[in-house]
Nanobody, 123 residues
Framework: QVQLVESGGGSVQSGGSLKLSCAFS????????MTWFRQGPGKEREGVAS???????NYTDSVNGRFTISQDNAKNTLYLQMSSLKPEDTAMYYC?????????????????WGKGTLVTISS
């Protein structure tokens, strides 16, 4: 049974940092690529960052240079290190997995989703 469980969300001030984690089970990262998505209040869900099975990464323009996606294959955990946070980064953050070598923040038809972790950035 596939499970993805996000953690690490919280409330921080603008300019601060947070590191999100996504513990996954039921599949391995050599066959599934993964993406972090977010959905802010009153906004549509958007892809934030993705990581391919070979470790290649892609970011949406609004977070490029501020966020870093990574994974620890030994721990079956996906991470999103977020720095220089802005109020517009406030959102529920979700991790998702796709049985494919390549993912993109622009591709939303993922196979499995977590339930999300809330990030709130105050100005």
């Amino acid at each position: 049974q596939v499970q993805l469980v996000e953690s690490g969300g919280g409330s921080v001030q603008s300019g601060g940092s947070l590191k999100l984690s996504c513990a996954f089970s039921g599949f391995t990262s050599d066959t599934y690529c993964m993406t972090w998505f977010r959905q802010g209040p009153g906004k549509e869900r958007e892809g934030v960052a993705s990581i391919d099975t070979d470790g290649s990464t892609n970011y949406t323009d609004s977070v490029n240079g501020r966020f870093t996606i990574s994974q620890d294959n030994a721990k079956n955990t996906l991470y999103l290190q977020m720095s220089s946070l802005k109020p517009e980064d406030t959102a529920m953050y979700y991790c998702a997995a796709l049985r494919n070598d390549y993912c993109s923040p622009r591709y939303y038809a993922m196979d499995y989703w977590g339930k999300g972790t809330l990030v709130t950035i105050s100005s």
